[in-house]
């Protein structure tokens, strides 16, 4: 399974619906939403109504990445806003809430996510790997778009895959997530990743159908 994940972040949200088409009609079954709480990260993003809009205008997969102070305060609200995935950062809680939001994300029948920074070992997630869908690697530090790409990140992937194998963890997704670009895109799938997430390498182009049809076909 290949995916390619566009950041609506990068894209014109006054014409955000038209977006969601472009994304479509390239053959991105994800949309990526960062929702931001100036708090963990820097900047200030999309909240809840923003997802809720989305589902409305939409039947993509909606891909929500909270980078958000203590998500447990707020995932049921992403969850019933629509939300198909939603992940969270191991760094934004203790270890006993992590555990208890990822199973109250599943208990709301919305796919849980784990996700570690550029600076947070692959190895500090493993003990979540059973209780998620989906891995999701920064290859930047969270909060800023049109950043460059970390290499050091095809570590964690290949890390990450190796893991996948061993636990038996086969619909186990790992996303990538950071200067991503039809440039890297095959070195990244090689490394295991199977969704990639892509902002300003989608929206910043020229023709941004033929950047995502790029990026599948790297």
Not at 24 to 43: R, T
């Amino acid at each position: 399974m290949i995916i390619v994940s566009p950041s609506i972040l990068s894209a014109d949200f006054a014409n955000l619906s038209s977006e969601l088409q472009v994304m479509k009609n390239a053959g991105a079954p994800w949309a990526h939403v960062d929702v931001m709480d100036g708090h963990f990260v820097p900047n200030i993003s999309i909240g809840v109504p923003v997802v809720a809009s989305l589902r409305k205008a939409t039947d993509l997969f909606l891909d929500v990445h909270l980078m958000i102070d203590t998500p447990i305060k707020y995932a049921e609200n992403f969850c019933k806003a629509g939300a198909d995935y939603i992940t969270i950062h191991i760094e934004a809680d203790t270890r006993e809430n992590i555990r208890k939001i990822l199973e109250l994300i599943r208990s709301l029948g919305v796919k849980p996510g784990i996700v570690v920074k550029p600076k947070t070992p692959a190895e500090a997630i493993a003990e979540y790997l059973p209780m998620v869908d989906m891995v999701l690697v920064m290859t930047v530090e969270p909060g800023f778009g049109g950043q460059k790409f970390m290499p050091s990140s095809i570590a964690k992937c290949e890390y990450l895959s190796r893991k996948k194998q061993e636990l038996g963890l086969d619909e186990l997704i790992i996303e990538v997530d950071g200067g991503i670009s039809a440039a890297n895109a095959r070195l990244l799938f090689d490394a295991g990743a199977e969704a990639l997430v892509a902002g300003s390498s989608v929206f910043g182009a020229e023709n941004q159908e033929q950047a995502i049809i790029d990026m599948l076909n790297s």
